[in-house]
């Protein structure tokens, strides 16, 4: 796709760009039901999805990416400037889609016989959140739940940091922790929390009966943990050992080793 010989783009002040510029903010994507995603890869996820309303992109990405550019209702070239407005990284991609917010009640995500849910409790960093849907991805699990003061998913950095997987499984988002948690125990979901002062070791054979699910690991803050209430709620905690000198391990590293030693222990048990 080209523009028109003779047609200026559309620059900051445009109003469809003004729009689309209030869905960097939390309060304009709650607002708006959309949310913005940068870059080829995550337009193409988007679009395969299904949420792309519409495209910004300039004559330049447009000429490298001109695959991208059937599928959205309404595709509008703008300039760099333009497109830099809509974009929170330091070196802009030139494309941007404006796309439905993915997240769904809670009860819909645990529709089914979920085996492996991670839940996010506090979790305020987009990148840790991001990160978390991303390993959650790729160990297989059947939904995140967002639980609580946590970040929005549909965040610029934690829509990257997931490097699209929000758009492989369900996401919902509830700020009543207490419900999430119900919603979990109703769906027969063990509750986990991982906690480096738990009294299951996550590597003790012991512990195999319980990973093996169906369970639902839940995760707090990288500075504070889980919530004490949320943690009071669950059914174990699960430490992870360190038989090394470091102090901890970070959040997401720390999702993962528990996902995936539940994944392992489904395994050696079916």
């Not at 028109?4 to 039901?33: S, Y």
């Not at 997240?103 to 991001?130: E, F, I």
């Not at 207490?178 to 109703?186: E, F, G, K, N, S």
């Not at 738990?198 to 512990?207: H, I, K, Q, S, Y």
Request: glycine share 8%; with cysteine.
């Amino acid at each position: 796709m080209s523009r028109p010989t003779g047609t200026p783009p559309g620059t900051e002040r445009t109003p469809r760009v003004v729009a689309a510029r209030k869905l960097l903010r939390r309060a304009g994507r709650d607002r708006a039901g959309r949310f913005l995603v940068e870059g080829a890869q995550a337009v193409r996820e988007a679009l395969a999805h299904g949420v792309v309303h519409e495209l910004f992109v300039t004559d330049e990405a447009a000429a490298r990416h001109p695959d991208l550019l059937d599928g959205p209702d309404r595709v509008t070239v703008v300039d760099a400037r333009a497109a830099a407005s809509l974009s929170d990284t330091v070196t802009p991609q030139g494309i941007v889609a404006v796309c439905a917010l993915l997240d769904v009640p809670v009860a819909d995500a645990l529709r089914g016989a979920p085996r492996l849910v991670a839940v996010c409790a506090g979790v305020t960093d987009p990148g840790n959140a991001g990160t978390i849907v991303r390993v959650a991805d790729a160990a297989g699990a059947d939904a995140v739940l967002l639980a609580g003061d946590t970040v929005d998913p549909h965040n610029g950095k934690a829509v990257r940091a997931s490097t699209g997987s929000v758009f492989h499984l369900p996401l919902a988002r509830d700020r009543d922790a207490t419900a999430v948690l119900d919603a979990c125990r109703a769906a027969g979901l063990t509750l986990l929390v991982a906690d480096g002062h738990g009294e299951l070791d996550l590597l003790d054979p012991v512990a195999d009966p319980v990973l093996a699910g169906p369970v639902a690991w839940i995760f707090g803050g990288e500075a504070h943990g889980v919530p004490e209430a949320v943690a009071a709620a669950a059914d174990h905690r699960v430490r992870v050992p360190i038989p090394g000198r470091a102090e901890s391990l970070n959040l997401a590293t720390a999702a993962a080793v528990c996902l995936y030693a539940s994944v392992a222990a489904a395994r050696r048990r079916a």
